[in-house]
């Protein structure tokens, strides 16, 4: 059995995607942890490794701990403005990356990454968890066994909680944008449940009613058009009232030409030539997005969230913040 | 008690509004009914209205019932791209018009009726019925009352069942398009709600899979900016499966700084910091939109459906029409 050494860089919540996929692999360890060129704090992250048995080692710089570790894969999950710096410093050293979305926060970066990547032969993804909840799961597979006919039109929606953020929300820089960090699910599903590519992306954002927190935009629209003249809507906010039962309220609603698809509160409702929309459709269950990355670093299958979308869809968000900050349509 | 004579012009489905609201007045009399300029059939809605007992005369020719009977209202339900001239014929008659949506099919003829509206001090109504369902009616009373604070983001949403539809469905001059026909009541509602005017409008559309409807657009998605960057998404489509139990399905969400409202399934849902979603909210009633109409005509009050509302969506449709046609964003 090869034992696979796992390096962390930063704390973002999404690590625990990498916690829960490991738990029944002996033979995968935790053996170092580090901040981001930021130096935010990883120490609580170090501690809670350090008690479930990880023989992991604190590190102050993390491009110290790679060399020093030389782990087969990296989590990278820093503030999203040094996700681009991160990797690029990962990916020269041959190391397969698990990293927070967005990929990048520039569009150049984005490129340079991606090259890279192709070129050492190293698997990445991006952390498009939700994919892999069992609603989005049923309904992604419902729409590619073609139960609702040819997709037309696609309306997607990612609602969340503002309360108080760190300063990691309101710095434009380490932030990169409302539409790549909420919005990017959304995009995400659209690309997946259409299986086809953007042509154009045309978005409007604002910053307004932010509870005070500088540039953050607090609600954004995007439309964007894909081949075979497919249209998409993603609609972005963070207003989903404190008082609401979850954080977050994702949802998705799929017109085919023979039926229409609905995500929406962890259900999956469906109505075509066999359905009526009355009763719930059952879900499926999956693997965990790490157990999925794993397969591919593994050489054992394919994953569902592919290297290909993982920089694809990054590459949609960023056109679509780019035409939100521009005003103008976006063309792919 | 003054008699009001009105004449009906065409025989769109949307008649039913002036029948149901004037069963129990018995000063107004429908007195001529003809058809539009494409000489559509009549002849079922003259018999219904003899056996409900109105002194009601069949004209072939709708100039001339008007110049004979001198109607001081006018319902106007014929072929939409005739909608246009038929009111500009009443409007300088001096005729209140009580018209089907789009009230015109072309801005040139839009600002001509408009002028002419207002010069002559007549009242004009659009039959955007739909804001006085108790649904709609009651989010957007909630909405003006301050249940979610500020206005920020509006998704709405039109899907139709497509069937079997007529030649004036097929020809694109006759139906003037999908975005009119079916997205004016969506455009209606964000202008309704928001309570804002238009800035700018981006519209995509599609006439793929459209069961040979000729040019019939079966999907279409705009996307508006108002003032204060608020923002909303239209989503349009004819691809609602037959085998759903309702002909429609008709949706709005509104975001606002203090809360999220919601009409689906003929129902309000609202989340802010009193509700946490899981009840729903009890619905008001309303009177119907002709009653609504008549109260301007015999000077009694204020309608929900306002002369600048209706020419206003109008416009707001046109232009959302003219992005999709040539590409581009359109500033209002």
Redesign the interface.
């Known amino acids: 059995m090869k034992l696979l050494k796992i390096c962390i860089i930063g704390s973002s919540g999404h690590v625990n995607y990498v916690l829960d996929d490991i738990k029944e692999r002996p033979d995968i360890e935790i053996c170092g942890v580090a901040p981001g060129p930021e130096e935010e704090g990883v120490k609580g992250l170090f501690e809670k490794l350090k008690s479930l048995g990880h023989p992991v080692e604190y590190f102050d710089n993390y491009i110290e701990m790679l060399d020093i570790i030389k782990p087969e894969i990296a989590v990278v999950a820093c503030y999203n403005g040094n996700h681009g710096k991160v990797t690029m410093d990962a990916v020269k050293r041959d190391i397969h990356i698990f990293v927070e979305k967005p990929i990048a926060t520039s569009l150049g970066d984005l490129i340079e990454i991606e090259d890279a990547v192709n070129h050492k032969g190293i698997h990445l993804a991006a952390m498009f968890g939700i994919r892999y909840t069992n609603w989005f799961y049923t309904a992604q597979k419902l729409v590619r066994e073609g139960a609702i006919g040819?997709v037309?039109?696609l309306?997607a929606?990612k609602?969340y909680k503002l309360g108080q953020r760190g300063v990691n929300f309101q710095d434009s820089d380490l932030y990169g944008g409302t539409i790549p960090w909420v919005g990017s699910h959304a995009i995400d599903w659209v690309y997946w449940f259409a299986g086809k590519k953007f042509k154009s992306v045309?978005a409007?954002?604002?910053s307004?009613?932010n509870n005070n927190h500088k540039s953050l935009e607090?609600?954004?629209?995007c439309?964007f058009?894909l081949e075979?003249?497919?249209?998409?809507?993603v609609?972005i906010?963070y207003?989903?009232?404190?008082?609401?039962?979850t954080h977050d309220?994702d949802r998705i609603?799929v017109?085919?030409?023979?039926?229409?698809i609905e995500v929406r509160g962890k259900k999956v409702h469906l109505?075509?030539?066999?359905?009526?929309?009355?009763s719930e459709v059952e879900l499926l269950t999956t693997e965990g997005i790490f157990t999925d990355f794993l397969r591919v670093v593994e050489e054992k299958g394919q994953p569902i969230v592919t290297k290909e979308a993982s920089f694809y869809v990054t590459e949609a968000c960023l056109n679509a913040r780019l035409s939100a900050e521009t005003?103008k349509?976006i063309y792919f």
């Open positions: 040819n037309r039109l309306n929606q609602s045309y409007v954002q604002s307004l009613y607090t609600s954004a629209l439309h058009t075979d003249e497919i249209i998409a809507s609609s906010d207003y989903r009232p404190s008082a609401a039962k309220d609603r017109v085919g030409t023979k039926g229409v109505i075509n030539e066999d359905n009526d929309g009355s005003g349509i």
